[in-house]
Each structure stands twice: as C-alpha cells, then as structure tokens.
C-alpha cells in the first residue's frame, strides 16, 4: 500500500512539473529582455522504454520579430538545440515547419513569427533504466526587426519512465501544431532545368489540390537561388511552374537535385489555406509544359495621349543622359571633335552631327531589337543587360584604356580622335564620329537617370513597337545637342582659335577615360570578384605592350605582338570563366576553437592561406569555390576555420610548423570524431576535397 501510494505522489509530483514547468530565462548577448520566450514541451507525460515519442520547442515571438528557417536566406542563422541526455537517450534532428518570407531592404530571409513549435524527435532506448528522464539542451537563435539580436535559452524537461505511456494532452496539441505546418511528403514528380539565363521549375501538384495561388519554392540549400529575386509562377491543370534567378553558382545549371519545400494556397471548402510539399526536383527534366508566353504579365494597351507623354519623356531622359558620369568620359570624345572643328567648315561639322545621331540611334535600335529577341525567349532581361556580362565589362574597360593611351599620346591613329583606327582616319573622321555615338550608348545603358527610367519600364510591359518608339527618343534625346551645334556652328565661334592649348586638352580628356576604365573594373570585382579582377589588369597588361610593339616593324616585334594578342585572349577567357569567392567562407582560426570543435567531434576543414600566396588563391577560385565542393561541406556539416596568414601572425607560423609543414598552403581536416589530422595536399581537386569528407 506504502509502495502504491509513494508511486502516485511521484507521478503526481511528474505531472505537474511537466505542466507548470517555469519558462526559462531567455538571455541577449546585449543583456536587455530576450524577444523570445522558449520553453520545451512533450506529448507524454510519461514514456515507455523503446518508444519514440516527440518533444517541441515552442517560441513565442515579439509582434514584428522572426526568427529562422534551416536555409535563412540572405541573412541570419537557424536555431540550434545541444542537447545533454542521459544515457540511452537519442534526439533526433528538428523538423522544420515551412517558413514564411521576410523583405528586408534588399535582403529576403525565411523563418517563422509570433508562434512556432519546433518538434523534435526523442527516442528511448530499452536498456533505459531510469525512473525518471531529464532533458536538457541550450537553445541559441538570431530574433531580428530591424535589428538582430542573438538570445540563448537553458530548456529542460522532466517526463516519468514506466510500463504505459501517457500522453500530455496540452503538450501533444502544441507540438500538433508545429507537426500541421510541416511540408507533406508525397511521391511528386518535379524537375529543375536552365531556361536561358533563369532556372525553371516544374513540379506536380497532390492530386487532391484545388485552385491555386501564391506559389514559392524555399530551397535547403543556399547556393541554389538568389532568395530576393521575384519568383514568377504558371499554373496549370497539370502543375506549377516557377521562373527562379539562380546564384552564380547555379547560373550554368544544376547536376544535382536541389530539394526543397514547395508553399502555395489552394482553395478548400470557400476558404483559401495554405499548403507545403517536400520536392526533390530532378535536374534537366521539365514535368509539365510550359509555354513560352508563360511568364508575360497582361497590361492594358498604353492610350496615344500615354504614349505621347512616355515619347516626351523619353526624349527627355536622352538629354538628361548627357550629364551622367558613366556617359561623359565618352561624350568627351565628341567634345574635343567640336573643339578640333569650331573654326571649320560647317559642312563637315553637320555631316559629323548626323553620323554621331546615326550612330547613337542604330545602337539604340539595336539593343531594342536584341531585348525583343531575349523577350520572346522568356529571358528575365532589362535595359543594361549588356554589362551583366562580366566579359562585356572587361572589353569596354579595355576599349576605355586604349582610347585614354591614345589620348594621353601613347600612341597615334590619325590626326582626328574620333578615327579610332587608320581606316577611319582615312574616311575623315565620319566612321569615327558613327563609332563614338555607338560607344556613348553601351556605356549609358547603367545610368538612364530619371524620366528615362519610367519610360523603359512601360515600354517593357508592352508590345514592341513602343519599346522600338522609346529608344529612338532617348537617342534623338541624347544626340540632340551635339546635333544642335553641328547645325549652328556659330554657337562655337566663343571657343578660342586651335593651337598648343588643344595638345593639352586632348590630354586632360584622357584622364575621364581612364576614371570610367577604374569604374568597370570595380563592376567586374563585383561580378566575378579578384579572380576576375585579376585578369582584367593582365589583360591590361597584354594591351599596352601589344600598342606599344605595333609601333614597330623588326620580326622580333611581330612574335611580341603576337604574343600579347594570346596574353590579352588569355585573360578574357580567364575573366568569363572566373567566379565571385562570396561563398567559399569560415570562421576565423584560432587553437582554441579547433580544440572545441574536435572535442565536440564535429568535421573541421583548416585552411591555411594568405592574399599573396598564388596556390592558395588558385585552389580557392578552382576548387574550395565550386558548387560541389560547397555542398559537400554543408552536407557533412563541416566547420571551415580561415588561418589568414597575410599579415604576420606567429601563432598561425607555429600551428604551419606543428603541421610539419614550412609554408602555405596548408589544409588540414579532422573527421567526425578523429583527434589526428589528416594533411591534404597543397594543390586540391575537387574530386579529393568531396572524397575526403565523404568518407568519414
């Protein structure tokens, strides 16, 4: 009787602790309140040894706070539980619920707001062989606003062990809660493949959806697409589609299967609710047709009163085009030919104005022919679309170095500038006046400045003839001026007799080439970071001594001039095929945290490396840089430290000998749970890289 009524005070006692457990104190690391309340929640009160039962973390989050999905998106951290359990005890991975998508700026971030439960999967053994089961873990998250905030919790958990399981009624529906908001998993056929510049991807949809809306994939990894692109959708009969910006790692395609969880709202019973699968979309397969119009939003037919008013400002964005940075340096070219002619003719001046309208309007003509084209295609392309293309950019940072070295007077192509060449030297002057209205125009595309900007847009929404109409004003707009002036050349009596002053013109014009050449090249650093970069000044390089060999006749100049165009070739291949290193990163190296990490058995990847060490940049850009290689880290969950030996560090020179190594690069990894280290070679494959982390 004692024994029966000493077990109902202790299940009793349980009981209650599993229900009225106090909420720990969440804790910021800036010390002010924490933004979530967390706590941990069973569906048991009591367990049984040999069953498998859940656990949630519940979070309540501040009105206007979110925290994070497994994949965050542009930004942000997931949550992390480290558990402490007894022995006996296994804890599963967390089972995330499908996000939801937060705008921030220009930033997109998936997670969760007010109120999510997080479950857990807890498995008991049988050779369990207590009475009781606490649970303990430390619970760290990023809470963000407009701020963001790291907190950190204590959870724990008492449950009673026993013959029965009994289910915590409070508990279990919580932690049903999060189980309702987690993507179905069905047997869905889905496929991924490049669609020009884009990723489309199709998938069917459980046979028992309604109407649907609102379609969104949330990829799991992060090198998949670019999160804050606008995802534009189709839907059929047959199933959805997505068009999706990739990230410069996907931009030639994926060879692997991006799984993901797939979100949309379908019709059920009146009332619109939302829904998620899990999708492994098949790379190069397409489970659905998807026309080619697919992604053409429809827009009302502009009036002839609208089109008037987007011509005018139109016309008027071309004007305002003139006083843009990015267009000056070139129209400086136009402007030491007016100097050059102020006391001419004016028969040539007029003829030199209309080759320079010329010029600037086929180009314009002809890039809107192009963006129709790429239109039809289904290409997600805007105006400037020609310096998305890093090999673009560097051939006009180059067009803009030669012209600044012939300028400065490096060297002559004829006595007029805007002969760029003899042959146009030879035609005096009309090619080259037609060429500089061509060059203006390429390099105006980034800075179409006000008016212009909501011109082109309309024009983008409708057929193409308005688009053809827009560009031929924005180059009527841009050329008008100097077109002004060929045909009242007394405008320019003011400008003084020529003379020596006009060397040096010539020669101060040289410098906005140069300041335009330094501007690409920080566009490239961006688009293909210092890989990129790097190539371009090597281009520049092959370049100035191909100019400066031409100069010459003996054989000997010939093979150098030679030898620069392969040089110069090299390095524009080496420009296109360069990757930005954005994603390829890790946390600073010190002892102490390879002692953590390898204490805790977690795989640790330790490069050692410097910017002036040529191999290691070339195994970063070649190799620890590639989509394969960044996925097989994140899959195994490797921890990457970076020992930045560039500036002098002794202690990162006493870990290189405690390698055995007497420089860089250095790699060193440590398996899960491996306390000895395994030196890799100083020139990686990526075939080593994968296989390495694989294996363990």
């Not at 026309?291 to 011509?311: I, K, R």
């Not at 105006?444 to 308005?466: E, H, K, R, S």
């Not at 053809?468 to 050329?479: D, E, F, H, Q, T």
């Not at 990129?532 to 100035?544: P, R, S």
Request: charged share 15%; aromatic share 10%.
């Amino acid at each position: 009787m004692i024994r029966i009524i000493s077990l109902l005070i202790a299940l009793l006692i349980t009981v209650e602790a599993a229900h009225s457990q106090a909420s720990p104190i969440a804790q910021s690391v800036l010390g002010g309140e924490a933004m979530v309340d967390t706590r941990l929640v069973s569906d048991h009160v009591t367990v049984e040894r040999g069953q498998t039962f859940y656990v949630g973390l519940h979070m309540q989050i501040e009105p206007g706070w979110h925290t994070y999905w497994r994949n965050p998106g542009d930004s942000g951290e997931p949550t992390q539980i480290d558990w402490t359990l007894p022995d006996g005890v296994e804890a599963g991975e967390i089972l995330w619920p499908a996000p939801t998508a937060y705008e921030f700026g220009p930033l997109m971030n998936y997670g969760y707001g007010d109120e999510v439960v997080l479950p857990i999967p807890i498995t008991i053994m049988t050779a369990f062989d207590g009475r009781f089961l606490e649970l303990q873990a430390d619970v760290s998250w990023l809470v963000c606003e407009e701020i963001c905030i790291p907190e950190s919790a204590e959870v724990e958990l008492f449950l009673s062990v026993g013959q029965t399981a009994i289910v915590d009624a409070a508990g279990a529906a919580l932690i049903e809660s999060g189980m309702s908001r987690l993507p179905e998993v069905f047997p869905i056929d889905a496929g991924i493949t490049r669609s020009g510049s884009s990723l489309l991807l199709t998938s069917h949809l459980p046979d028992d959806s309604g109407p649907v809306r609102n379609v969104a994939f949330f990829p799991f990894s992060n090198t998949v697409i670019e999160h804050a692109a606008e995802q534009l959708s189709y839907i059929s009969d047959d199933g959805v589609a997505l068009r999706l910006v990739p990230t410069p790692e996907a931009r030639s395609g994926l060879t692997w299967a991006p799984s993901g969880v797939l979100t949309y709202e379908t019709l059920d019973s009146g009332a619109w609710i939302r829904r998620s699968v899990e999708i492994t979309p098949e790379p190069g397969e397409a489970v659905i047709d998807v026309p080619s119009d697919a992604f053409t939003a429809d827009v009302d037919p502009v009036s002839v009163s609208g089109l008037a008013v987007t011509l005018l400002l139109s016309l008027i964005g071309g004007l305002i085009l003139n006083l843009m940075p990015c267009v000056f340096p070139v129209l400086s070219i136009k402007a030491l030919g007016f100097v050059e002619k102020a006391h001419s003719g004016s028969d040539e001046l007029r003829r030199h104005g209309l080759l320079f309208l010329g010029g600037v309007l086929s180009t314009f003509l002809a890039l809107a022919g192009v963006l129709l084209f790429l239109k039809a295609l289904g290409e997600p392309v805007g105006w400037g679309f020609q310096l998305q293309s890093p090999l673009a950019v560097a051939i006009l940072s180059l067009v803009m170095f030669a012209i600044g070295l012939n300028l400065i007077g490096l060297f002559e192509v004829g006595t007029r500038l805007q002969g760029i060449g003899s042959r146009w030297t030879d035609m005096g002057g009309d090619a080259g006046a037609f060429m500089t209205g061509l060059l203006a125009v390429v390099v105006a595309a980034p800075c179409i400045g006000p008016f212009a900007a909501g011109a082109l847009g309309l024009a983008f929404a409708q057929p193409g003839y308005v688009l053809i109409l827009v560009s031929a004003m924005l180059g009527l707009g841009l050329a008008l001026p100097y077109l002004i002036l060929s045909f009242f050349p007394s405008l320019l009596r003011w400008l003084p007799k020529p003379g020596p002053w006009m060397v040096r013109f010539k020669q101060f014009l040289a410098f906005p080439m140069f300041g335009a050449a330094i501007w690409l090249i920080w566009v490239l650093s961006i688009q293909s970071g210092p890989q990129g970069v790097l190539m371009l000044l090597l281009g520049f390089l092959a370049l100035a001594f191909l100019i400066w060999s031409v100069q010459f006749s003996a054989v000997l100049a010939r093979v150098a001039a030679v030898s620069s165009l392969v040089l110069l070739a090299a390095a524009l291949y080496g420009v296109a095929a360069s990757r930005t290193a954005s994603e390829y990163a890790g946390e600073p190296w010190s002892q102490d945290r390879v002692d953590m990490l390898v204490a805790e058995g977690r795989p640790v990847f330790i490069d050692f490396t410097a910017a002036w060490c040529v191999s290691c940049q070339f195994n970063k850009q070649v190799t620890l840089n590639s989509p394969a290689v960044l996925r097989a880290f994140e899959e195994n969950d490797v921890q990457i430290l970076i020992a930045d030996w560039t500036n002098r560090d002794d202690r990162i020179a006493a870990a290189i000998r405690s390698y055995g190594s007497a420089g860089i690069p250095l790699y060193v990894y440590y398996g899960p749970g491996a306390t000895e280290p395994e030196i890799l070679p100083p020139l990686l494959n990526t075939r080593l890289i994968i296989e390495t982390v694989d294996r363990n």
